[in-house]
């Protein structure tokens, strides 16, 4: 595999594009090291793009300037094709901590950005009724419908990301930026959790960019894989993920998934600059012990 390959940074031809991360940088005040440096990708309009990578590679920074949550510092970025730089409602966001209204019913959550919309807009009160329609298909789609009365805490972890997901589709928003959403959750809910989230992908035909630790999860939700590499933080390889777009459990004992989760942990432990740090520890211990 040739790491500098451009190959993939593309989508394939004639698809939509609809975001473009263009020779992005973006320095830290007070920071020696650039956290992104000339990252460049361009994601197509539907796509599921998983993000992995050793820690502090720039994964989450990447996933904010597309949020509008960070500033870059260098580069462009378009949504839809317009140059974006601050929030908007086409793009909505998902964490690791679910960070529901404690003092919020399941429903008044899932409700809550429109109530926000209606008292920043001219919306009219029925606008915001309207929105129970979808408020409801919502909890249904994500088996919530006998708990929309409950409160946060009176949920379990998985429960209370599905809440957040559904909180997140509320507005219709055209792209859904989710940083190790599923990082919390043990692993038989996180299974259930994928097979939700592709069919939600399905569903509401938004693009996902999805970042994760988990390689596994990559290479099952995701149509390519993008790894990324630290200090500088950076894009190493874009992997194609060689299965079907309709995903089964079964496919994770297929050979050539198993094949890429081998070479990109392989290529992740390359990158990380763990070995130095081993390396390092081994001449700090052999300098510590005492001379035989
Ligand atoms: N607000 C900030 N101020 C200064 N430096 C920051 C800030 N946020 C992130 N960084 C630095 O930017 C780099 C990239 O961080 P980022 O959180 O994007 O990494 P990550 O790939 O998401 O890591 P992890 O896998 O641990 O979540 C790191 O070196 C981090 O220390
Ligand atoms: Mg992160």
């Not at 088996?143 to 949920?155: C, E, K, M, R, Y």
């Not at 599923?182 to 999805?210: C, N, P, S, W, Y």
């Not at 994770?252 to 990380?272: C, V």
Request: proline share 4%.
């Amino acid at each position: 595999m040739d790491h500098s390959n451009s190959l993939h940074l593309k989508p394939p031809a004639a698809t939509n594009i609809k975001i473009a991360v263009k020779r992005i940088f973006k320095r830290f005040d007070g920071s020696q090291v650039d956290a992104l440096q000339d990252v460049s990708l361009d994601i197509a309009d539907n796509e599921f793009v998983t993000f992995v990578g050793a820690s502090g590679c720039g994964k989450s920074t990447l996933l904010r300037i597309i949020g509008g949550l960070e500033y870059h510092t260098g580069g462009e970025l378009q949504v839809s094709g317009r140059t974006v730089a601050g929030p908007g409602i086409d793009r909505a966001m998902v964490f690791q901590h679910y960070s529901l209204y404690p003092w919020l019913s399941v429903r008044e959550n899932i409700k809550f950005c429109r109530r926000l919309q209606a008292h920043t807009t001219d919306r009219s009160s029925s606008d915001v009724e309207a929105a129970g329609g979808r408020a409801d298909a919502l909890l249904s789609l994500m088996g919530l419908t006998a708990n929309a009365d409950a409160w946060p805490n009176q949920l379990s972890g998985g429960m209370q990301q599905r809440v957040a997901i559904a909180r997140a589709l509320m507005g219709r928003p055209q792209i859904l930026l989710m940083d190790e959403p599923f990082g919390a959750l043990d692993a038989q809910t996180r299974e259930v959790m994928h097979d939700l989230i592709l069919h939600v992908h399905k569903l509401e035909k938004a693009t996902i960019v999805f970042v994760t630790h988990d390689v596994e999860e990559a290479i099952y939700l995701g149509q390519r894989v993008v790894l990324m590499a630290p200090r500088p933080g950076r894009i190493d390889t874009v992997y194609q993920v060689p299965l079907p777009k309709e995903r089964t459990q079964e496919m994770k004992h297929a050979p050539e998934f198993l094949a890429l989760k081998r070479e990109i942990l392989n290529r992740i432990r390359e990158t990380s600059g763990m070995k130095t740090d081993f390396e390092l520890l081994e001449k700090l211990s052999k300098a510590a012990a005492p001379a035989a």
